[in-house]
């Protein structure tokens, strides 16, 4: 008992003690009064000793006014910490013999057995009183008295002495007056504080008669770090009161003080030595370390003069050490301790603090607490080359600066790798562990012993794939239960809230359904969801989850996908399933995880300086697009083009960003880059296509809104995919012999710009008149910006088209959504699409740069994937750049016609430079130098003159026609160059069409792309016109056809030009021959002059077309 | 406009047959608008219901609301409302779109998308495909105090057994109404009676 | 409902019931679903003249036919795509998706050209363009569509044919 007392006196007077009690000691010493100082300490007062008494007493109390505290003492410096109290405190123990002789006698002096204290404590309050006659002064000694009331000797009146000495720091003015004072006996007064003084002050000592809890638990405290907490919280105090305690205005004030790294706690030691040395000299009241905190340790002081002063001269202080306020409100943050520490135990979750672990989740497998280790389990980072590097004695390359992905170590593998692997069993337990390079392993795992400093155990939230991980194939289960234990064990205060569902997962009453009514502390009230229970139960909260059902909408509020939303799909024990608004992908939660709500939002998107979306660089040969985003781990696609292949990394094992812009080619050596549209043909995802986002080392990741996995991205090699819009192959076209033969026919442009698309509202005939489909039929493919509604402002790409509504991909969201055909702005080249601009075209610009307002218009063309990639050209393409052009939109002859087709698709493949829709005056733009015409076999180019010569354009000169590129077809091949057809440009590259698009078909008459199952009429020279079935449209644009109506006779080869379709006739069966329903059949239901209607089958949409573009199927299909 | 009141008349027809109310839920359902703003006009129902809206929200509260078709939980509005099965609906989308074909002439009397699918997916799914066959197939479950809802998803999903229709309406059992299962079997023999005979 | 003023005259109530019908039809509310059609016009009431623009606004009563798929409701629907996490159904204008949770257990995914969820005995499968019976278990309502999930593993659910069948 004296012992304790003696020891725990000196912690009280060295001030040496760890946060973890410091803050405690904060709060009792609030407790002990009702004023609102912080106790933080007290300047020292220069008492000139006047007795030897009195010099003992102000020796001790200078010492305790040094409350020097430093925070979390660890076990490691221990030793040391407590060597240097007692350096500190030796000369003290004496003092405080000293200082019980003089109690005895004053005790004697006020002759009250057995309450010396209490005469201290009087003497306390006389000072306080005098000096400065503050009410809460008055309280605060009061609270001493509370000691009076434990037989406490000495231990007890050194407190005392220190009160006073608190007190006697408030006023600062007085410090002179306090050591006189001090003596002064004032009986009287003091008696009637004494009772109430000892409700709020509770002894200092643990070896109290009358153990209370805390007083346990800070003995156990003691124990562990063989330190006392200076003062104990009061249970009895309210937190009314407390608030009381809280530093006022008129307290002094805490500055941090910049000091030299890793001296923190030193520069403490240091400024106390120097109060021991200079006395009171020195104003500031107490200085305090932080471990967590580096480089800055408190100092309290009522000025800034005051630290400066303090700290001046000093070695661990910078000579002008920076010096800042810490706010009133952040004061008592600095010294409070997030919570007391718990016990590790087996199967605790741990987070590693540092090293290439830094983060990871980590179990508890053994605890060692005399030597503070720690066995845990992890999931090794290691890097078996290196290690097989290392033990074979080659080169060990330099610390590398990414860490190897968490994954399970393989034996055979290591093995395979020539590294040696022990089989060893452990002494102490019996377990066998595999022993590589030193580090145990054990069934795939690293276990590895820590010290307890080395890892966190606070708020440790395993997300759902990390426990995932850790359970093994053959574990299934029995770590479950632990598992969760401690994940309930780290719940969140609050966790529960009102009107939240629950489900009873342990106790009597285990499976039980209810709501929560109210919320205490660890209580819950339940209201029951079943007949017969008492209206409400009072259940432990830990008992209790969070229930949901399927269909439940929910959102994420912790853990990795926090912010998410979603729909529970499935409900398995604490887990949750739920499907992402955004991503539509499931996720696996913690049913404590996610809340109900209403809302729809998609979460982070950018952790780092990482975004969803970019291109990563993993280490030097794997690469991927990040495709989910969580709170503290992002999933990437890696470049892996033969299988689709997902890695959860964290930002630190990602080694950069990169650009991926580079060039790369297609099966058919076209150049792909970034933002076109590519077709897969090979591959797990074959058939796909969409614009390319990332180009790198001759991977492609490509975007497609309609693949759902993997956030729509693909990767694919660029060998596997081809560019819609570019040719089936430049080979093939470059050597076709047609091509040269017609490119003596200069044919100034293609058709593209003339039909136009027909102005919004104009009735879609009157363009459509003359040949060609509907004029919408153009718009299916572009882009255009919503101007009015629901959606105005949004871009998107226009995927189908019916009366007076478009239905339009949105880019800013991934759905289709129906807009009215008024709705949309026709000038929709314009986007915002392309950060970069592609390279061909955009290098052209300067070039040409009379080209630039009409170059939009080709962009869906060459992209029809709704992307269009000229940003830099945004802005020319207004009307007024657009309309000078309109009506010069070229008329091309039949003749001509055939020449571009066949000229252009060469350049086309190889240079986007050449995008045929240029509209002539392009040509025109007196730039001979340019690079245009370096195009091989770009024949229009020289053909500058548009000619007026065809009916077929007559409708061209609309003003709108120009602005609506997109309807435009991409493939130069395509049905839509045909003089019959201008209007309707049907094929999109994704139709599929592409391949069996036959390069050109015979000019002059009025033929259309021939589709297989059409009947038609072989007219060949010489023969008589037979009636036949198409049966497969060759490459070269011929057919392949089974004479006879139902098909059943010779199978012949006509040329394009020698057939002619079929004209249907009413409720014939037909099949659309051009426009964006091409391909599809239906039933003419009607005939009106040229126009036929026609009931889809697909659809079952009844539509006006041109009668010419109708061709009869076959009976017998 | 003189197809809307052709429709009308239409709609009229099926009401006295007692028509109309499929599981899947197409609802006639009658709606006050007033559009004071112009960002309003998408949303007619809303000011109309808000009061329902409330009461409902407080049910909410309490957490025991929960939308389920299965107790027959669908809020008030679409208890109280007409509900038509898939075939009639089916009946009175085609109508309409046909009058709206006849005036095809006006690209702004197309449909909308929501039209266009919901009219494939009625025809599509409709059990019974004349409009009399339709007509006897609602009077049949009619005679079994079934609930709106209920007969409309008998209606769409025909059951061949008993135990089908009881999983595909539970509420009907549930509700320890005088729904036998004899009187089920009588119901979904009439039923496929119908069938046979469309 | 908001009339321009040069629509006032003779046919008035027309140019309204056109603009009702163009403005709601197709719509989506949370309450009551798409709005398919407008099926009748009850009453229009008397307008009422916007300060400031000449504007009139008309209270409309209407009959119209809506869609609006319930918890808990069962229903059938057309398979529009199917992967690995699930599938996903259309019934008219509403999505459906069907997680691989919510199919049974015995059902595989099969990738290739034509991905499918199958039986081990090959008997059963779900593919693009397959019609099944499927309970909804979750309903999303956002301003323009409806987003349900749905489940097929209960009793009497799932395919009811497939398009080779249908065909």
């Given amino acids: 008992m004296r012992f304790g007392g003696k020891r725990d006196k000196r912690r009280g007077r060295a001030g040496l003690a760890d946060t973890g009690t410091s803050s405690e000691r904060c709060h009792s010493l609030n407790s002990g009064s009702e004023r609102p100082p912080i106790r933080w300490g007290r300047p020292l007062e220069k008492n000139n000793p006047s007795t030897e008494r009195q010099s003992v007493l102000q020796r001790e109390r200078e010492a305790r006014d040094w409350n020097v505290r430093i925070a979390i003492p660890l076990p490691a410096n221990m030793s040391r910490r407590r060597g240097d109290d007692d350096e500190v405190l030796e000369p003290e123990e004496d003092e405080e013999a000293v200082l019980d002789e003089e109690e005895e006698e004053e005790e004697v002096d006020e002759g009250k057995s057995g309450r010396k204290r209490r005469r201290c404590e009087f003497i306390d309050d006389v000072a306080e009183e005098d000096e400065d006659e503050d009410e809460e002064d008055d309280d605060f000694l009061d609270g001493g008295g509370r000691r009076g009331g434990h037989r406490h000797n000495r231990r007890v009146r050194s407190r005392y002495i220190d009160d006073i000495a608190m007190v006697d720091s408030d006023g600062e003015d007085d410090e002179d007056d306090g050591e006189d004072d001090f003596i002064v006996d004032h009986v009287t007064d003091l008696q009637d504080d004494d009772d109430s003084r000892r409700m709020h002050r509770r002894p200092l000592l643990p070896r109290e008669d009358d153990l209370e809890d805390v007083e346990a638990l800070e003995r156990s405290i003691q124990a562990r770090y063989a330190r006392s907490s200076h003062t104990e919280y009061d249970e009895e105090t309210a937190a009314v009161e407390q608030q009381a305690f809280l530093p006022s205005v008129r307290d002094p004030k805490l500055w941090m003080v910049k000091c030299v790294t890793g001296c923190e706690r030193e520069a403490a030691v240091c400024l106390m030595q120097k109060y021991l040395d200079k006395g009171s000299e020195l104003q500031i009241r107490s200085a305090i370390a932080l471990d967590h905190l580096k480089n800055y340790i408190y100092v309290e002081a009522a000025k800034e003069a005051h630290v400066k002063e303090a700290c001046k001269g000093m070695r661990v202080f910078h000579a002008h050490a920076k010096i800042t306020l810490v706010p009133i409100k952040e004061m008592t943050d600095v010294l409070s301790v997030e919570s007391k520490a718990i016990d590790l135990s087996r199967d605790t979750w741990v987070r590693m603090k540092r090293g290439k672990y830094k983060g990871d989740l980590a179990r508890v497998v053994d605890v060692d607490n005399v030597q503070q280790r720690v066995t845990v389990k992890l999931i090794p980072r290691i890097d078996l080359q290196a290690i097989a590097n290392k033990l074979e004695g080659r080169e060990v390359p330099k610390k590398n600066a990414f860490v190897p992905p968490a994954r399970f170590l393989n034996v055979d593998e290591a093995r395979g790798m020539h590294i040696r692997v022990e089989h060893r069993r452990d002494p102490m337990n019996g377990d066998y562990f595999e022993k590589i390079d030193g580090m145990m392993f054990k069934d795939g795992f690293l276990y590895k012993i820590v010290s307890m400093k080395s890892i966190s155990t606070q708020n440790i939230q395993p997300t759902f794939d990390e426990l995932e991980k850790f359970r093994q194939p053959g574990e299934n289960g029995d770590g479950d239960m632990a598992s969760l234990s401690t994940v309930f064990a780290n719940r969140k205060k609050g966790h529960f809230m009102k009107g939240d569902q629950v489900i009873f997962v342990g106790g009597d009453l285990k499976d039980l359904k209810g709501w929560v009514e109210k919320v205490d502390e660890d209580n819950v009230h339940i209201r029951p969801n079943a007949e017969g229970l008492p209206k409400t139960l009072t259940v432990n909260e830990k008992e209790l989850c969070k229930y949901f059902k399927p269909g439940n909408h929910v959102k994420v509020v912790s853990g990795a996908s926090e912010g998410a939303t979603g729909m529970v799909i499935e409900v398995e024990g604490h887990v949750v399933i739920i499907v992402s608004d955004t991503t539509r992908e499931p996720i696996q939660l913690f049913a404590d995880n996610v809340a109900e709500s209403s809302g729809v939002t998609s979460g982070v998107t950018r952790i780092g300086g990482y975004e969803l979306h970019d291109l990563v660089m993993l280490d030097n040969r794997s690469f991927g697009v990040i495709i989910r985003v969580e709170s503290e781990a992002l999933q990437v696609l890696k470049g892996v083009p033969e299988r689709p292949e997902v890695a959860l990394v964290k930002p630190r094992e990602i080694k950069c960003k990169v650009d991926g812009r580079t060039n790369a080619q297609d099966q058919n050596k076209n150049p792909v880059s970034v933002k076109d549209v590519v077709r897969i043909l090979a591959g797990p995802c074959k058939g796909n296509q969409g614009p390319v986002q990332h180009i790198f080392r001759g991977i492609l990741f490509i975007y497609d809104c309609h693949h759902r996995e993997h956030a729509g991205f693909i990767c694919a090699k660029s060998q596997s995919c081809i560019v819609l819009g570019g040719l089936c192959g430049n080979a093939n076209i470059n050597g076709d012999t047609l091509a040269s033969t017609f490119s003596h026919l200069r044919t100034p442009t293609r058709v593209l710009q003339s039909p136009g698309r027909l102005p919004s509202g104009a009735p879609m005939d009157s363009g459509a008149r003359h040949r060609g489909g509907r004029g919408h039929d153009r718009l299916v493919g572009t882009t255009v910006k919503v101007c009015r509604g629901p959606y105005k402002g949004s871009r998107g790409r226009v995927v189908d088209f019916n009366g007076s509504s478009v239905r339009v991909e949105l880019e800013s969201q991934m759905k289709i959504v129906a807009v009215d055909r008024h709705h949309i702005s026709d000038n929709l080249v314009v986007s915002t699409h392309s950060s970069v601009p592609r390279c061909g075209t955009s290098s052209e610009t300067p070039m040409h740069p009379s080209r630039t307002p009409l170059h939009p218009s080709m962009t869906p063309m060459r992209d029809p994937g709704a992307i269009p990639i000229h940003n830099g050209m945004r802005t020319p393409m207004r009307d007024r750049a657009w309309n000078p052009h309109t009506p010069m939109s070229p008329p091309r002859s039949v003749g001509e016609w055939d020449s571009w087709v066949d000229a252009n698709p060469g350049s086309w493949g190889t240079s986007p430079l050449y995008q045929p829709g240029s509209p002539s005056t392009t040509y025109q733009a007196p730039t001979p130098g340019s690079g245009w015409t370096n195009t091989p076999g770009c024949n229009y180019v020289k053909a500058g003159t548009p000619r007026d010569n065809s009916h077929a354009y007559a409708n061209a000169p609309s003003p709108y026609l120009p602005s609506t590129p997109g309807g435009q077809p991409m493939t130069p091949i395509s049905a839509s160059y045909l003089p019959g057809t201008p209007g309707g440009q049907p094929m999109t590259p994704g139709s599929g069409g592409l391949d069996v698009m036959p390069p050109a078909l015979g000019g002059g008459n009025e033929g259309l792309w021939a589709l297989p199952d059409i009947l038609v009429n072989v007219s060949r020279a010489g023969e008589d016109t037979v009636i036949g079935v198409v049966r497969e449209v060759l490459s070269d644009g011929s057919c392949r056809i089974n004479l006879g109506s139902n098909g059943n006779g010779n199978t012949v080869i006509a040329h394009p030009t020698e057939i002619d379709l079929v004209v249907p006739r009413k409720s014939d069966k037909v099949k659309i021959m051009s426009g964006a329903q091409r391909g599809s059949t239906g039933k003419l239901i009607g005939i009106d002059g040229s126009d036929g209607i026609v009931k889809e089958d697909a659809t079952l949409e009844v539509t006006i077309l041109e009668m010419n573009i109708l061709a009869k199927v076959a009976q017998s299909l | ?198 | 409902m908001q009339l321009h003023p040069r629509h006032f005259g003779r046919d008035l109530r027309e140019k309204l019931v056109a603009k009702l019908m163009k403005d709601v039809e197709g719509t989506c509310s949370g309450r009551h679903g798409f709005v398919v059609a407008i099926t009748g016009i009850e009453n229009v009431g008397k307008g009422l003249i916007r300060d400031g623009t000449g504007f009139v606004t008309f209270p409309v009563k209407y009959q119209c036919v809506v869609f609006r798929p319930f918890k808990g409701e069962i229903l059938e629907a057309v398979v529009t795509m199917v992967n690995k996490m699930g599938f996903f159904a259309e019934a008219g204008p509403v999505q459906i998706f069907v997680s691989n949770h919510l199919i049974p257990d015995d059902m595989e995914f099969q990738s290739g050209d034509m991905p499918n969820y199958t039986t081990s005995d090959g008997s059963v499968k779900i593919q693009k363009e397959s019609e099944v019976r499927l309970k909804i278990i979750g309903t999303r309502v956002d301003a323009t569509e409806i987003f349900c999930i749905g489940t097929i593993k209960d009793d009497f659910l799932g395919v009811i044919s497939n398009p080779g069948a249908a065909a």
Avoid: W
């Fill in chain 2, 1 to 198: 406009m003189c197809g809307l009141h052709t429709l009308c008349e239409c709609i009229e027809d099926l009401l006295e047959l007692v028509v109309v109310h499929l599981s899947f839920l197409y609802y006639l359902y009658r709606l006050v608008s007033t559009h004071p703003t112009r960002s309003l006009p998408l949303h007619p129902p809303n000011q109309t219901v808000s009061v329902l809206a409330d009461c409902f929200r407080e049910l909410r509260m309490s957490g025991e609301e929960e939308e389920n078709a299965a107790e027959l939980k669908i809020g008030d509005e679409f208890l109280k409302a007409k509900c038509l099965m898939n075939c009639e609906v089916a009946l009175i989308l085609e109508h309409k779109y046909e009058q709206l074909q006849q005036m095809a002439d006006d690209p702004m009397n197309q449909v909308s998308q929501v039209f266009e699918k919901s009219l494939q997916y009625v025809k599509r799914f409709s059990r019974y495909k004349n409009p009399d066959a339709v007509r006897q197939a609602r009077e049949i479950l009619s005679r079994y105090q079934l609930a709106e809802f209920e007969l409309c998803v008998l209606g769409n999903l025909c059951p061949d057994t008993v135990e089908e229709a009881i999983a595909m309406v539970p509420s009907m059992k549930s509700r320890g109404r005088a729904l036998d299962e004899e009187a089920i079997e009588k119901m979904l023999n009439d039923l496929s009676m119908i069938k046979k005979f469309d």
